[in-house]
């Protein structure tokens, strides 16, 4: 049987549907913080054995929706299409996720590049872990430096809102982090901030 499955995307300037049977819902608790001394805070990470997955040169090309966030993600690991939707708070906050995973493919970004317009592109370099459902980002980006995220995520309806939140200030605990290190906003809003600056 093949392994491919057919992605139908409705989007519009009003509108942004996946079909729910090609994609992935998925709930997630999640920080972002900036990171003065990345290799220091992966050091604190590799004492509890992680499962590292890699490091991904990944180029984010965000297009313009109405509401919420629409971006198309190319690395050498992980390449896909993400719709979330989450408030800029400075703090751990949920996050509700539409990800459709598919092969590397041209033309669904000049697809969404005539029909929506790019909003911003965002390129970095990320280095994976995993430990259960906690990932990892260790990310140096370009033109605004280095962040480290971490993303409680429930892909199946087992873990509560709480129990996410709980996993994201435990590790925000164990990187020494401060409150001010908190990030609220997406790196395509501080891509475009030191743009528009």
């Keep these: ?24 819902n998925l709930h997630n608790f999640e920080f972002k913080a900036r990171a003065k001394d990345l290799k220091k805070l992966e050091q604190k990470l590799l004492k509890l054995n992680p499962v590292f997955k890699g490091e991904d040169h990944q180029t984010d090309t965000y297009f313009n929706v109405p509401k919420g966030r629409l971006k198309l993600r190319e690395g050498n690991i ?8 989450r408030p800029d708070a400075a703090a751990a906050k949920a996050s509700d996720i539409l990800l459709y995973k598919h ?25 994976i872990y995993f430990i259960e459902n906690v990932k990892f980002h260790f990310d140096t980006v370009n033109e605004l430096g280095t962040y480290i995220e971490v993303e409680a995520i429930d892909e199946n309806g087992q873990r509560t809102l709480e129990e996410l939140e709980k996993q ?21 809003d501080l891509i475009l901030e030191r743009l528009n600056g």
């Design 168 to 188: 994201c200030k435990k590790y925000f605990t164990l990187f020494d982090l401060q409150e001010s290190d908190y990030v609220s906003k997406s790196y395509s």
């Design 78 to 85: 992980e390449n896909a299409l993400i719709y979330y939707e």
């Design 1 to 24: 049987m093949s392994d491919y499955v057919i992605l139908t995307i409705f989007i519009s300037h009003n509108s942004v549907s996946i079909s729910k049977s090609a994609s992935m």
């Design 103 to 127: 092969l590397p493919e041209i033309s669904l970004k000049e697809i969404l590049a005539k029909t929506n317009g790019i909003k911003a592109v965002v390129d970095k370099k990320r280095r």
